[in-house]
């Protein structure tokens, strides 16, 4: 199994649409959890830390699940400025590790 | 600006040549970290500066890559005798303090260096 494994995507959604990443994670160690933002020829940027309790933040809604060892990123109504590549980052305790990054098409 | 900034934005070398590149992290934070991004990948991490020593460097392919960061503050990556597999995006993320272990902290990116190896 893969330490961090995404969806494979792209995932190609009409705008307004809801749509859900899902990531899991090999380490039941890991500590903290992310989901980075990281557009075409750009460096990555945080969109959302995951918390144990869940977090919402606008149209962003991030979960964890420890006990399945995966965590959830659900866009809702979404914009064609949503059209990126997330990525997954878990956080071992000892090292960083990302995902491959699932990319999101937002279709007018 | 503020932000992390990386040099040179782009680097073409002949394979067997050295290169560095240069990692200006924000003011402030004490972690660095490198990555390298391959196409169609996520960042892969390298290695991880607390201060100015590296706290984890486990993720440096093989012995031709050092990073140093002798100061606490700017941060190089050195890499000898070039191969074409070393090709790829080299980014820096800075962070106030270490990301590991509890909730962590938010690692800020620079705009990498594109390294081409001919």
């Known amino acids: 199994r893969k330490e961090v494994e995404q969806d494979p995507g792209p995932f190609n959604v009409p705008e307004g649409a809801t749509v859900a990443f899902n990531c899991t994670y090999s380490?039941?160690?890991?500590?903290?959890f992310f989901w980075y933002r990281q557009d075409c020829r750009k460096e990555p940027k945080l969109l959302m830390s995951?918390?144990?309790s869940g977090n919402e933040d606008g149209r962003f809604t991030a979960q964890l699940n420890r006990a399945s060892q995966y965590i959830s990123l659900l866009i809702r109504d979404s914009k064609l400025s949503d059209s990126a590549t997330y990525l997954c980052?878990?956080?071992?305790?000892?090292?960083?590790?990302f995902g491959k990054g699932t990319r999101l098409h937002i279709l007018p | 600006g503020a932000g992390v900034s990386q040099t040179p934005s782009n680097k073409v070398t002949e394979k067997g040549k050295y290169v560095e590149l240069r990692c200006d992290p924000i003011s402030g934070h004490t972690a660095l970290y490198w990555y390298r991004q391959s196409l169609g990948q996520g960042p892969e991490f390298l290695i991880y500066?607390?201060?100015?020593?590296?706290?984890?460097d486990s993720g440096l392919p093989n012995d031709r890559f050092f990073a140093v960061r002798p100061e606490g503050s700017v941060s190089t990556l050195k890499i000898q005798r070039t191969e074409r597999g070393d090709s790829a995006v080299y980014l820096c993320?800075?962070?106030?303090?270490?990301?590991?272990?509890?909730?962590?902290?938010?690692?800020?990116f620079g705009p990498g260096t594109r390294l081409t190896v001919l």
């Open positions: 993320a800075s962070s106030p303090t270490a990301v590991t272990g509890g909730r962590g902290n938010e690692q800020f």
């Open positions: 500066f607390q201060g100015t020593g590296a706290a984890d």
């Open positions: 980052v878990v956080n071992g305790g000892d090292k960083i590790i």
């Open positions: 995951v918390y144990s």
């Open positions: 380490n039941s160690a890991s500590q903290s």
